[in-house]
């Protein structure tokens, strides 16, 4: 048996998980963190062939399952379908589905390029339905199934120039609430995740040009740029999502559903 991280080692043993956009950042660490509960996990998402090696490297040394990988691109439905089906084929069924997989683009609404629209709506949006869908099946004939979406305070509020994302988040934050109830007497949990800023790579490795274009220091980037709206003016911590993802596996999550939580160091409470 290989690191279990800390605690909870046996929670999800058995258990057979997918997270879409897993190679990287809050996927990353929620792949992890399920591996360490003893889940198997199919880790997912693009990027260059050695980052994404050491991304499922690291999901199978924090747990003693199986961990596979899928390069299925979240744009594509017939790819998304043959994930699903390759999980199956795998583990046997799919107990917990997170998506994650996201990306973003920043425009004006009326130099909104079309072919970012649709890619961001593609791959925030369609690929959760097109993943939900696909596995429902398999967690009602088990009988128990956890369903999470990782969406983002934005799909409660809104900001200028992000049409596209907070269009896709808000409509996460409708299927989680239909599918919820669709399912809500088959032991099977929908609920999203609502996070504000998190430390992520991405997010991270902005900081140092912001503060030398701006001429300011790297807290003050951190504290009245990146985090004007988050009145704790700390970065949500990866880890955070993580552990969330696992209360919401456990039997004491069992009713919650078609809840859309924020962890937005206090962002939705002005
Ligand atoms: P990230 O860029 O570090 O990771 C995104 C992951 O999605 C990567 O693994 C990438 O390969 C994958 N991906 C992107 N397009 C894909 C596609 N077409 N097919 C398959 N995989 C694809 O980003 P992150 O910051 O970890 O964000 C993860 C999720 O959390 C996103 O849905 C994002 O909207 C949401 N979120 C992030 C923040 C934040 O501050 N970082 C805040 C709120 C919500």
Redesign the pocket.
């Known amino acids: 048996m290989r690191n279990t991280g800390t605690g909870n080692n046996d929670l999800l043993a058995g258990k057979n998980s997918v997270v879409?956009?897993?190679?990287?950042?809050?996927?990353?660490g929620i792949a992890r963190r399920l591996a360490a509960a003893g889940a198997n996990v199919m880790v997912?998402?693009?990027?260059e062939q050695g980052q994404v090696d050491a991304a499922v490297r690291s999901v199978d040394d924090a747990g003693p399952g199986q961990v596979v990988f899928s390069p299925?691109?979240?744009?594509q439905p017939a790819e998304i379908s043959a994930m699903v089906e390759e999980a199956v084929g795998t583990f046997g069924t799919i107990d917990i589905l997170v998506n994650?997989?996201?990306?973003?683009f920043v425009s004006p609404i009326q130099d909104f390029p079309p072919g970012k629209w649709d890619d961001i709506i593609a791959?925030?949006l369609s690929s959760s339905f097109h993943t939900i869908s696909a596995a429902t099946p398999h967690m009602q004939a088990a009988g128990w199934g956890r369903i999470i979406n990782?969406?983002?305070?934005h799909a409660l509020v809104a900001s200028p120039y992000k049409a596209a994302y907070v269009a896709a988040?808000h409509g996460v934050a409708g299927l989680t609430k239909v599918v919820a109830l669709e399912l809500a007497q088959q032991n099977i949990t929908v609920n999203s995740i609502a996070?504000?800023?998190?430390e992520?790579?991405?997010?991270t490795g902005q900081i140092t040009d912001t503060a030398r274009a701006r001429g300011i220091t790297e807290d003050e980037v951190v504290r009245d740029v990146m985090l004007a709206a988050q009145p704790t003016k700390k970065f949500i911590q990866i880890d955070e999502i993580a552990e969330l993802v696992i209360f919401l596996c456990s039997d004491a999550a069992a009713s919650i559903t078609g809840a859309i939580l924020p962890v937005d160091g206090g962002w939705s409470a002005q």
């Open positions: 879409t956009g897993s190679t990287s950042g809050i996927g990353l997912n998402g693009l990027g299925a691109n979240m744009i994650n997989a996201g990306i973003q791959t925030n990782i969406s983002s305070l988040k996070p504000g800023y998190v992520t790579p991405l997010v």
